[in-house]
T-cell receptor, first 120, second 112 residues
Framework: DAGVIQSPRHEVTEMGQEVTLRCKPISGHNSLFWYRQTMMRGLELLIYFNNNVPIDDSGMPEDRFSAKMPNASFSTLKIQPSEPRDSAVYFC??????????????????FGPGTRLTVL | SQKIEQNSEALNIQEGKTATLTCNYTNYSPAYLQWYRQDPGRGPVFLLL?????KEKRKERLKVTFDTTLKQSLFHITASQPADSATYLC???????????FGTGTRLQVFP
């Protein structure tokens, strides 16, 4: 398996521009998570989906951020308009969400390599 | 407020010694606690999971303890090697949610 795939790996853009980050989860996984990592705040959960449905977006900083998961194999995180404070590494992770009895064994999240975003 | 704390300062140890990393939490009732390893420029990689009713978990040279009374987990790497140098993150998941909340991580440097 190729693992979680993210694109682009690096993105440099100017303030005010729209940025779209992409993620392909591991085939067969039914939960997908978007995180943001900075030195100051560490790894923060932005939003997660179960079976393509957004479950919790309380970590999304503001209306400039939006995420979609149109199907089980693709998700996007969009920032419009981007600002310098959005500069960070954005990670996507996926997981096979099991039933209640087997939850412990399926709680592992598999992370992609991340997208390093720089907003000038 | 909920908080997960790990030593922000780097831990430097000599090869062959045991490294011990600490994860403390407040205002959580975790169902599970996990430890991840992160290398520079890469995403975190899962290492171990321990449930709230488990005291200890082992995997090869790794050992995790979980004390829900002290609200603390310890992560041990025995016979440490330079290849163990990385940042180690603890993460908690509470009941009735799929959210995993991460600590800020501790950087481990193992010197030959």
């Amino acid at each position: 398996d190729a693992g979680v795939i993210q694109s682009p790996r690096h993105e440099v853009t100017e303030m005010g521009q729209e940025v779209t980050l992409r993620c392909k989860p591991i085939s067969g996984h039914n939960s997908l998570f978007w995180y943001r990592q900075t030195m100051m705040r560490g790894l923060e959960l932005l939003i997660y989906f179960n079976n393509n449905v957004p479950i919790d977006d309380s970590g999304m900083p503001e209306d400039r951020f939006s995420a979609k998961m149109p199907n089980a194999s693709f998700s996007t995180l969009k920032i419009q308009p981007s600002e310098p404070r959005d500069s960070a590494v954005y990670f996507c992770a996926s997981r096979q969400r099991g039933d209640r009895e087997s939850k412990a064994s399926t709680d592992t999240q598999y992370f992609g390599p991340g997208t390093r975003l720089t907003v000038l | 407020s909920q908080k997960i704390e790990q030593n922000s300062e780097a831990l430097n140890i000599q090869e062959g010694k045991t490294a011990t990393l600490t994860c403390n939490y407040t205002n959580y009732s975790p169902a599970y606690l996990q430890w991840y390893r992160q290398d520079p420029g890469r995403g975190p990689v899962f290492l171990l999971l321990i449930r709230e009713n488990e005291k200890e978990k082992r995997k090869e040279r790794l050992k995790v303890t979980f004390d829900t009374t002290l609200k603390q987990s310890l992560f041990h790497i025995t016979a440490s090697q330079p290849a163990d140098s990385a940042t180690y993150l603890c993460a908690l998941r509470s009941y009735n949610t799929d959210k995993l909340i991460f600590g800020t991580g501790t950087r481990l440097q193992v010197f030959p």
